[in-house]
């Protein structure tokens, strides 16, 4: 699936990335966010933001966002800055998410989804396997 945000992702906005919540389904393995034609985003929008990365990765969907314009980025930058200690690893960067390659991206999705698969399967197991 590909996002394209256009304009401003604000709290006024926030209705925009629900819906992509609501399209996920069991057939979309990636979602790729073109930021080229964002061209202002605040605290909200990032917040939104990131709440979709999480609940991407929770589903074993990789989230992969590119093409970050000036604002934008400088914002995920001052978020790190604020946040990240220095003495902490930049794995730890609040933004993390949105700073993926794709490839950690999707990496990330397959451990998360092989992760869940494998819970699953030993919780069937275990259910099978108890006497009554």
């Known amino acids: 699936m590909v996002v394209t945000p256009v304009g401003e992702l604000d709290a006024a906005s926030g209705w ?6 609501t399209a996920l389904d069991h ?7 073109d930021m080229r034609r964002l061209s ?4 909200v929008g990032l917040h939104h933001l990131l709440g979709l990365a999480r609940y991407t990765g929770s589903q074993g ?5 590119y093409n970050w314009q000036r604002q934008p980025q ?7 800055e ?17 700073r ?10 397959r451990a998360t989804g092989a992760a869940r698969a494998g819970t699953a399967g ?7 396997g108890r006497p009554r």
Do not use: G, I, M
């Open 82 to 98: 604020l946040l990240l200690d220095s003495a902490q690893d930049s794995r730890a960067a609040p933004t993390r998410l949105l």
């Open 100 to 109: 993926r390659t794709l490839r950690e991206a999707t990496e990330a999705a």
């Open 122 to 128: 030993r919780r069937r197991q275990h259910a099978r």
């Open 16 to 21: 925009a990335l629900a819906a992509v919540h």
């Open 27 to 33: 057939d979309v393995a990636a979602v790729a966010c």
């Open 61 to 65: 969907v990789a989230l992969f966002a």
């Open 40 to 43: 202002f985003l605040d605290v």
């Open 74 to 80: 400088q914002l995920l930058d001052f978020t790190d």
